[in-house]
Nanobody, 121 residues
């Protein structure tokens, strides 16, 4: 059984910074990619950033230059450093990892429980 535990959300003023982390635990054979999504009230969940096991990253246009995703493959942990936060970054942030728990497992997406990020003026 794989579990993801997120931490680091909270309340921050516009222009401030926060770092989110998400650690996977359980039986893990391999990881293909790790990422962060967010969902604001009344909006669909959207991809914020993703990093592959090889280190390739991609970002939503709205966060490029402000957010940085990084990962620790050995610890199966993903981080999201968020700088210059804006009001529109307010959302629940979810980590997402594509994992295989054994060699014969084709793999699937796993999701964190979500952490609230609120940016105030």
């Amino acid at each position: 059984q794989v579990q993801l535990v997120e931490s680091g959300g909270g309340l921050v003023q516009a222009g401030g910074s926060l770092t989110l982390s998400c650690a996977a635990s359980g039986s893990i054979f391999s990881m293909s990619y790790m990422g962060w999504y967010r969902q604001a009230p009344g909006k669909q969940r959207e991809l914020v950033a993703r990093i592959s096991s090889g280190g390739t990253t991609n970002y939503a246009d709205s966060v490029k230059g402000r957010f940085t995703i990084s990962g620790d493959n050995a610890k199966v942990t993903v981080y999201l450093q968020m700088n210059s936060l804006k009001l529109e970054d307010t959302a629940v942030y979810y980590c997402n990892l594509y994992l295989r728990y054994r060699a014969t497992d084709p793999g699937r997406d796993y999701w964190g429980q979500g952490t609230q990020v609120t940016v105030s003026s």
